[in-house]
């Protein structure tokens, strides 16, 4: 009986303490891997964001230059009422 108690008892250790957190690095780094890349959709909405900011930067830097022509003083800060 003890025999058969300790041929079970060492390989379920020797798994859980040697094969088992191998595994689970092994797999979760695999998974890890796999959602760091974008797909084509994410790729194509991450480019349509990247030419919307580009235009809505060119239309502040636009309205800037307006202000700055018509109202020369409305960078500075209003004092405190």
Known sequence: MDGMVVAFFVPTVLFMVVVAPAWLWMHYRSKQQVQSE???????????LELQAERMLERI???????????????KPTPPE
Request: proline content about 4%; glycine content about 0%; charged content about 25%.
């Open 61 to 75: 830097d636009t309205l800037e230059a307006i202000l700055d022509a018509q109202t020369p003083q409305w960078r």
């Open 38 to 48: 974008l797909s084509q959709t994410e790729r194509m909405n991450l480019e349509t």
